[in-house]
């Protein structure tokens, strides 16, 4: 109650410069995590920023503010990369890699051929579970946030990740083939 009589009492700029202070990272490791592009992923955070400005003083009464800011951050990015997979048409771009400087050439392609096969079998997946498992696993939002951001229940949330885990496994292991 304190916290909202203060926030209440600050001004529009203070109480979102609060929240960009408190959960600017989350916003873009959400935005991150479905447009898998750090560019279009600040555009994004930056996007999502104004709509809270534009939210004006009701943002002083949302009580959870980060899964309010989450949720928000799911739907603007889910919305660009609606957008940019009708412009590219087609068009697929390849994952980043997560390789850590000063490993050879070698070791720096197996990796990239690694995550972007993952990152295909990951695309791959029905929506439902893939965004359960980007959030709740990859991202390792809470799933209690997860199923408010996605407007299902806690339950769902584990029972989608772990369907889509056993679907990347098996699909790994038969990309691997028998072992001998």
């Keep these: 109650m304190a916290g909202e009589a203060i926030a209440l009492a600050q001004p529009e700029e203070d109480v979102l410069g609060t929240a960009v202070r408190e959960h600017a990272r989350l ?3 959400i ?6 592009n750090p560019a279009d992923a600040e555009d994004a ?15 002083a009464a ?6 309010w800011l989450a949720r928000i951050a799911w739907r603007v990015a889910v919305e ?12 697929e771009e390849a994952g980043e ?4 400087p000063g490993y050879g050439a070698d070791r720096v392609l197996l990796e990239q051929e690694r995550n972007a096969i993952l990152q295909r079998l990951i695309s791959a997946l029905p929506g439902p579970l893939r965004d359960a498992l ?17 407007g299902i229940s806690e339950a769902a949330v584990r029972s989608r990740s772990f369907r889509a885990r056993e ?8 990309l691997a083939g028998p072992r001998i």
């Design 97 to 100: 890699s997560l390789v850590a």
């Design 27 to 29: 916003v873009y490791r």
């Design 134 to 150: 980007v959030l709740s696993t990859l991202e390792e939002i809470a799933p209690r946030e997860v199923a408010a951001m996605l």
């Design 80 to 91: 660009r990369r609606q957008k940019m997979a009708k412009a590219a048409a087609g068009t």
């Design 31 to 36: 935005a991150y995590s479905v447009l898998r």
């Design 167 to 174: 679907i990347l496994r098996e699909r790994l292991l038969a």
């Design 45 to 59: 955070t930056q996007e999502i920023f104004l709509r809270v400005l534009r939210a004006g003083k009701r943002i």
């Design 62 to 67: 949302i009580k959870d503010q980060k899964a």
